[in-house]
């Protein structure tokens, strides 16, 4: 079982910017994917951006140049990732939540909540 629990978040004017993070705990694996994907109500869950172990990221084209995603690997049983999101536009409201894949497993965070007003 992997544990993933979120921070950051939260309400910010268009334009602003916020950061997120989410730990990785339990039995984690070497070689995993680790990332943000987000849904807005009514519409789909959508991946915002991923982060290999080996540190290689992809974003949604909607995200380019505007967000940034990284990771921390601090033990071989905890990672970090984390997205900093700048240039927010109101589209960009949703529910966030972090994912951990390996393997056939994928875990998601609880979900946290970005707001941005116009």
């Known amino acids: 079982q992997v544990q993933l629990v979120e921070s950051g978040g939260g309400l910010v004017q268009a334009g602003g910017s916020l950061n997120l993070s989410c730990v990785a705990s339990g039995s984690t694996f070497r070689i995993n994917v680790m990332g943000w994907y987000r849904q807005a109500p009514g519409k789909q869950r959508d991946k915002v951006a991923t982060?290999?172990?080996?540190?290689?990221?992809?974003?949604?084209d909607s995200v380019k140049g505007r967000f940034a995603i990284s990771r921390r690997n601090t033990r071989t049983t905890e990672s970090t990732v984390y997205l900093q999101m700048s240039s927010l536009k109101p589209e960009d409201s949703a529910v966030y939540y972090c994912?951990?894949?390996?393997?056939?497993?994928?875990?998601w965070g609880q979900g946290t909540q970005v707001t941005v007003s116009s």
């Open positions: 994912y951990y894949h390996y393997g056939p497993y994928t875990y």
């Open positions: 982060i290999t172990n080996d540190k290689i990221t992809n974003y949604a």
